[in-house]
């Protein structure tokens, strides 16, 4: 079966989800129709339908009389972030087959994650992050929650977004993902897993605790 080929409208979206992924775009940000209809050499019709298909996604949210602005992801968002993750990434881990593919993007992504911290390159560690942890997910072998965590990492991104100090946000966790891979390529998926929990724990809490003192200025 060959796949579907993507309309113009879709693959103008997946540039703009690539601009979220990247940090390029954050929460708040506003999206100028002249700008981006110049930037990406499309009609303002094209462009309009881009905005529909990724406002009901949920990345972007129209007002009224102001135009188009990147979501601004809500605690009660960031805590249901996680308990997802928790329930996606622990079993995958857990029950990981020796030698996954997986296992090898994780890998790239941890050293990719300690070559962008050496440069200072602290949104390429979070894109680093954001790798490992969908690298966890095809563990599973099973597409359908490899494209469903495709969009929770868009609203992770924008959760990153949010505190604006990725050195701070990222810093604590890169060598806790080198911890995790250790554990998983010694044949320990079991304890993998159960540090993956404990991480996951403690970056709900410490990004809530980020967001509780940015919010009042947000």
Not at 4 to 10: G, N
Not at 186 to 204: H, M, T
Request: proline residues 5%; contains cysteine; negative net charge.
């Amino acid at each position: 079966m060959t796949e579907p080929v993507q309309t113009l409208a879709e693959t103008v979206a997946e540039r703009i989800r690539e601009k979220v992924i990247s940090g390029t775009l954050t929460p708040g940000s506003h999206l100028s129709e002249m700008v981006l209809c110049e930037e990406l050499q499309v009609s303002r019709n094209t462009l309009r339908e881009v905005f529909r298909i990724l406002t009901k996604e949920g990345l972007l949210r129209y007002e009224a009389n102001r135009g188009v602005f990147v979501s601004t992801p809500s605690m009660s968002t960031i805590i249901d972030i996680y308990r997802v993750r928790r329930f996606i990434e622990c079993p995958a881990l857990a029950q990981a087959h020796p030698r996954h593919p997986g296992m090898q993007r994780m890998r790239l992504a941890v050293d990719d994650a300690h070559l962008c911290r050496e440069a200072g390159n602290w949104l390429g560690v979070g894109s680093a992050d954001i790798s490992f942890h969908s690298a966890i997910v095809e563990l599973a072998d099973s597409p359908r929650l490899s494209s469903f965590y495709a969009h929770i990492s868009l609203e992770l991104r924008l959760v990153f977004g949010l505190l604006q100090d990725p050195e701070f946000l990222h810093g604590p966790f890169i060598d806790q993902n080198g911890e995790i891979l250790l554990e998983l390529e010694a044949g320990r998926s079991v304890a993998a897993a159960e540090k993956l929990e404990a991480y996951l724990l403690r970056a709900e809490r410490f990004i809530l605790g980020a967001y509780a003192r940015v919010a009042p200025s947000a």
